[in-house]
């Protein structure tokens, strides 16, 4: 299995300030032959499941603000939250779906 | 917009199968790959497997021995049945929509099952 691992666990941000998520992959989810991560970012509210933000390691969903964004190749990946609102204090969430089977990262904790 | 919506029993007994059922509105059943994922009471997400249209299969090997996943083209359904639960089975299943790519683009709400006695 490929294990995900997120760094922090959990992180205090101040609104308006930047938040970054890591998460690392024990081995590369780059597949040669499309060139592409396969590598996706989640984020979770308490009550609700989780709401893709973005896919291919960097292309953000429909609808999903410009402040998230998403970086990194291979094994390692990062998320961005460059001005943290008060609606982004979530759970988040990397997973590979490269490989069988799918895991996901051990979630990482936004708070302000 | 797809929507899926997940029932089946809150509470399961030890030794016992779980069985769930997905139902899926806003798209046909058919075409796509459909998962089941489980989340922890310590909040760790785990994929259990997923199921094609057509019925083919493929499982978490940490639980394959015990899952089963079918699809009813007709209800425009699928099920989980997990057998043999213990109390660490105990999770929120989700079901969801596989995008291409097998990434997960539309989730159900989740439904809390509990393995006790």
């Known amino acids: 299995d490929i294990v995900m691992t997120q760094s922090p666990d959990s992180l205090a941000v101040s609104l308006g300030e930047r938040a970054t998520i890591n998460c690392k992959s024990s081995q590369s989810v780059l597949y040669n032959s499309d060139n592409r991560n396969y590598l996706a970012w989640y984020q979770q509210k308490p009550g609700q499941p989780p709401k893709l933000l973005v896919s291919?390691?960097?292309t953000r969903e429909s609808g999903v603000p410009d402040r998230f964004s998403g970086s990194g190749s291979g094994t390692d990946f990062t998320l961005t939250i460059s001005s943290l609102q008060a609606e982004d204090v979530a759970v988040y969430y990397c997973l590979q779906h490269l490989n069988i089977p799918r895991t996901f990262g051990q979630g990482t904790t936004v708070e302000i | 917009q797809v929507q899926l919506q997940e029932s089946g029993p809150g509470l399961v007994k030890p030794s016992e199968t779980l069985s769930l059922t997905c139902t899926v509105s806003g798209a046909s059943i058919s075409g796509f790959y459909w998962t089941w994922i489980r989340q922890t009471p310590g909040k760790r997400l785990e994929w259990i497997g997923y199921?094609?249209?057509?019925?083919?299969?493929g499982y978490n090997p940490s639980l394959k021995s015990r899952v089963t996943m079918s699809v009813d083209t007709s209800k425009n359904q699928f099920s989980l049945n997990l057998r043999s639960v213990t109390a660490a089975d105990t999770a929120v299943y989700y079901c969801?929509?596989?995008?291409?790519?097998?990434?997960?683009?539309?989730w159900g709400q989740g439904t809390l099952v509990t393995v006790s006695t």
């Open positions: 199921v094609l249209y057509t019925g083919s299969t």
């Open positions: 969801t929509k596989v995008a291409d790519g097998g990434l997960f683009d539309s």
């Open positions: 291919w390691a960097s």
